[in-house]
């Protein structure tokens, strides 16, 4: 079954533990993106990676990182969590970046 | 600076009845996503429209794209409670990030 998935689905943690969320896709996609949701703002992208080993930065990249080292993966690193990065996270991905995203089911991130 | 803005934020449709959800945006743009969200469910892609006048449809939606006044336009035909939900529009300029609207929460009432 075609899909991306997320891990953990929920997390809990205390301001500045590194925290690493995964996100992998099976579908031989180049393009994949992390946003961020929070009520009232909609949805803003944090990171994007247009193929291995290329990133940029999203509307909102301060206090993340991202790498791209296989296709499949996109994992979202947290270096020093603070409360403001309490969210809900999704990754997503596409065969490039004109063509409709597949999303992650989501991860809630609560950082205390 | 990209702006995506959505109009309404809320509504409320008694079933069968018409409506346009309508997405703005500030800056020259050909590609254009529609997505639905379900409370507490990711986002499902709708419509992906690609050029000035594109057209699309599935069951009671139609979305266009109209590039020149830089509006798109959802259209729901005969509202069915099924189609409850979060709409978001997302607006791809070529040199920004994907930028989405807010989201117009649809609620379908008998």
């Known amino acids: 079954e075609a899909q991306v998935t997320q891990n953990p689905r929920y997390l809990i943690t205390v301001t500045g533990k590194k925290l690493t969320v995964t996100c992998s896709q099976n579908?031989?996609?180049?393009?994949m993106s992390w946003y961020r949701q929070d009520p009232g703002l909609g949805l803003r992208q944090i990171y994007y990676?247009?193929?291995?080993?290329?990133?940029d930065k999203g509307d909102v990249p301060e206090g993340y990182k991202v790498s791209r080292k296989e296709k499949r993966n996109f994992p979202l690193i947290l270096e020093s969590p603070s409360p403001n990065q309490t969210s809900l996270y999704f990754c997503?991905?596409?065969?490039?970046?004109?063509?409709?995203?597949?999303f992650g089911p989501g991860t809630r991130l609560t950082v205390t | 600076e990209l702006k995506v803005e959505q109009n309404p934020l809320f509504l409320s449709m008694q079933e069968g009845k018409n409506y346009t959800i309508y997405c703005n945006y500030s800056?020259?743009?050909?590609?254009l996503y529609w997505y639905r969200q379900d409370p507490g469910k990711s986002l499902e892609s709708l419509f992906v429209?690609?050029?000035?006048?594109a057209v699309k449809q599935e069951g009671r939606l139609m979305a266009s794209l109209d590039t020149k006044a830089r509006l798109s336009t959802l259209h729901i035909t005969a509202a069915v409670h099924d189609l409850s939900a979060t709409y978001f529009c997302?607006?791809?300029?070529?040199?920004?990030?994907?930028?989405f609207g807010k989201g117009t929460r649809l609620s379908v009432i008998a």
């Open positions: 997503a991905s596409s065969y490039s970046d004109s063509y409709e995203q597949y």
């Open positions: 579908m031989n996609h180049e393009y």
């Open positions: 990676s247009m193929n291995v080993e290329v990133t």
């Open positions: 800056t020259t743009s050909d590609r």
């Open positions: 429209l690609l050029s000035n006048g």
């Open positions: 997302a607006v791809d300029s070529g040199n920004t990030p994907l930028v």
